[in-house]
């Protein structure tokens, strides 16, 4: 596979079960596990941090999320991203704290699918905690204008049990 056919099915519709994340740009990209596998994986150390006070760091493996952008031709405008969950939490991120930002399948050598309810997680130096999307299932770029405010792109349901 080469970054120019990883992803890009055929029949989209029909072939949803095996489908980790959607990555959307200017194209549209449906990844499962073995495509993520097939992008090159970095390992990085970070410390998730609540607004609480509460941290855990740890050691995170997965694919940077530039080189997941790379894949759909991030739009030249982009300047933030919407991390879906499919808990139906969403967080927005500026493109900036991105850029050293992972979508994780691995922490501290296991296998977050078989230690959490979970299998990805975006992790990453500049991302708050609260940002720090489990489960996520769709990355979106967006590109706001200056009067735009990301905070209404969010649905943060801190209060939802599910992944919180
Ligand atoms: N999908 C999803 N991701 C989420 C949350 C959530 O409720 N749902 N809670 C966030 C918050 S507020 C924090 S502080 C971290 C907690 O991560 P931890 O449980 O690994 O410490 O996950 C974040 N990611
Ligand atoms: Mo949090």
Do not use: Q, V, W
């Given at each position: 596979m080469t970054r120019d056919t990883i992803g890009r099915r055929t029949n989209p519709a029909t072939d949803t079960d095996d489908?980790?994340?959607v990555v959307l740009g200017s194209e549209?990209?449906?990844?499962?596990?073995?495509?993520?596998?097939?992008?090159?994986?970095v390992t990085r150390e970070c410390t998730v941090t609540c607004a609480s006070g509460e941290r855990t760091t740890a050691t995170w493996t997965g694919v940077p999320i530039p080189d997941l952008l790379a894949c759909v031709t991030d739009p030249a405008a982009t300047t933030h991203l919407r991390l879906l969950s499919d808990d139906g939490y969403c967080a927005c991120v500026g493109i900036v704290s991105a850029v050293d930002a992972l979508v994780a399948v691995v922490r501290d050598g296991e296998e977050l699918a078989t230690v959490e309810r979970y299998g990805t997680r975006v992790v990453g130096p500049d991302?708050?905690?609260?940002r720090s999307v489990k489960g996520v299932a769709r990355i979106e770029t967006v590109a706001l204008g200056a009067d735009q405010v990301p905070d209404e792109l969010e649905t943060l349901s801190l209060d939802d049990p599910r992944y919180g």
């Open positions: 489908i980790d994340i549209h990209l449906s990844l499962t596990r073995a495509d993520l596998d097939a992008l090159s994986n991302i708050d905690g609260e």
